[in-house]
Structures are given as structure tokens and as C-alpha cells.
């Protein structure tokens, strides 16, 4: 066995593994977080909007990042700039949707009251389909930390925007607080 070339290939594709070790390990903090702060309702109410935009993700997914990867390297800055513009059409369509579906939506799980928070969710897919997916590409050269850093930065800073929301819109108080 040549273990300089296994260690090299092990060291190339680590921050691949991480960044999907993350990618599943970050809901399951944010859950665990939630299930310390909030009732079983609640809970049950959060676990179902992730459900349904996890959902909506997931079939309108095109995965435009393998367009770009795919693509001659002489057309790279085109397929970079066309993929852009196709990835916020397709989210902005899709948050359109959302938004025009959300009281069918709220109503088919006897919520049809809450069908405000269901039209917020278009937001979210709007806002994430503005990603740049330059650190995505870099994949093309077997460069993988980029895509680590962005997605440790965005698992950091929605750990921390859930736990300071924790803070400012439930009335919890902890033994360090002054609440």
C-alpha cells in the first residue's frame, strides 16, 4: 500500500466529509436546542415547517452547481453567470408558490390559521437560492475547504441567530441572565 498517496487523498477530501458530517449533524443541534425551549406543540410546529420546506427544496431541486462544474472551462464564467441567474429564478418561482400556496398548505394540516408562518417560508428559499456557488465549483479542481468554510460560517452563524432569537422571543431565564 502507498500510504503517502492515501494520506494525501484522505487529507484532499476531509473538509468533503465534514462538510457533510455537518450538513447532517447541525438539524440535530438545532432540534435538541429547540426540544430544551419550547413545548411539544411548538416543537411539533417547527419540526413541521422544516418538513414542509425541506420538501419544497428538495423537488425543486435542479442541483445547477453539477451545470457549472460540467461545463467547458473556456464557458466557465458564462455557465457561472447563467447558473446565478437560474438559481434565483427557480427560487424566487418557487417562493412565489409557496407564498400562494401557504393557506392550502396551512389548511391541509388543520392550521389554517397559521398560514403566515408557511408564506414566510418563501423568504427563506429566496434568500438562500441568491447563493454564490463559487465555493461549490471549486469542486472541479478537487478543492473542497472552500465549500467547508461557507458552509461552517452559515451552520455558526443560524446556531447563533437561533440562540439569541432563544433569548429575545421566549421568556426563559438562565442563571446567568439578569432577565
Known amino acids: 500500500m502507498n500510504f503517502p498517496v492515501i494520506l494525501k487523498l484522505v487529507g484532499r477530501i476531509s473538509p468533503l466529509l465534514l462538510v457533510n458530517a455537518g450538513d447532517s449533524g447541525v438539524p440535530f443541534i ?32 435542479i442541483n445547477i452547481s453539477r451545470f457549472v462544474i460540467s461545463a467547458p472551462r473556456e464557458n466557465y464564467e458564462e455557465a457561472l453567470a447563467a447558473a446565478h441567474a437560474l438559481s434565483a429564478l427557480r427560487g424566487f418561482v418557487v417562493a412565489s408558490a409557496i407564498v400562494a400556496l401557504s393557506p392550502v398548505i396551512a389548511a391541509s394540516f388543520s392550521l389554517g390559521s397559521q398560514w403566515p408562518s408557511f408564506a414566510a417560508l418563501g ?18 479542481e ?14 455558526v452563524m443560524g446556531l447563533a441567530a437561533l440562540f439569541g432569537s432563544i433569548f429575545v422571543f421566549l421568556p426563559i431565564t438562565l442563571p446567568w441572565s439578569q432577565r
Do not use: C, N
Open 123 to 140: 423568504l427563506i428559499v429566496a434568500a438562500r437560492s441568491l447563493e454564490h456557488l463559487g465555493p461549490r465549483i471549486a469542486e472541479r
Open 30 to 61: 438545532r432540534m435538541v436546542m429547540l426540544s430544551h425551549f419550547l413545548d411539544l406543540r411548538e416543537l411539533g410546529f417547527a419540526s413541521l415547517l422544516t418538513a414542509v420546506y425541506s420538501s419544497f427544496e428538495l423537488i425543486t431541486d
Open 142 to 155: 478537487y478543492r473542497y475547504a472552500p465549500q467547508l468554510k461557507v458552509a461552517a460560517v452559515s451552520w
